[in-house]
């Protein structure tokens, strides 16, 4: 019996999200931070059998506000982050098997499953860098050119993304 790859994808990321939130909170020594984390587990294999009622919603809501509680508390900020985004990652997913459910299995459906999933790993994949190369490089940086810079990367990525949609 073979998995889809979005199961396996979104145990991946429960499991990690669990564990870096639960971590989070056990290196700052609060022990309710630990539970409430472990809890949110079962809550979001509850939100997947439910998945287009506003329960999943309800569980990225709480994951994000247990990171950011814990860092208020002292806990590992690039825990913290990495919980934040895999809660983000994992609700994606759970929405993209609740809109796959109840479609058929053809070639169309399965490649966009993995174009989805190719871009999600990305998504993460880059964000986790660059959380990573935060803490390895300072920079002092003015706001001003720091938003025009951020201005530029989000126009140059909706040109190129107008180029990808136009090419095919």
């Known amino acids: 019996m073979t998995f889809p790859l979005r199961k396996i994808f979104f145990a991946v990321c429960l499991i990690a999200l669990v564990l870096c939130l639960g971590a989070g909170y056990e290196l700052s020594g609060q022990w309710i931070g630990v539970v409430i984390s472990l809890v949110t587990g079962p809550a ?13 919603l309800t569980c990225l809501l709480i994951s994000v506000c247990l990171a950011v509680v814990g860092k208020i508390n002292g806990g590992s900020s690039f825990l913290m ?11 994606d997913l759970l929405l993209l098997d609740g809109a796959l459910t109840n479609n058929s299995s053809g070639e169309q459906t399965r490649q966009f499953e993995i174009r989805h999933l190719q871009s999600l790993g990305a998504a993460l994949g880059s964000g986790l860098v660059v959380i990573s190369l935060g803490y390895l490089i300072r920079l002092q940086i003015p ?5 025009l810079s951020i201005a530029l990367v989000i126009f140059g990525l909706d040109r190129v993304w107008g180029y990808i949609k136009k090419t095919g």
Do not use: D, N
């Open 143 to 147: 706001f001003v050119v720091l938003l």
């Open 81 to 91: 982050i990495c919980g934040s985004g895999f809660a983000l990652a994992t609700w």
């Open 44 to 56: 979001w294999l509850f939100a997947r059998k439910y998945s287009t009622s506003i329960l999943p």
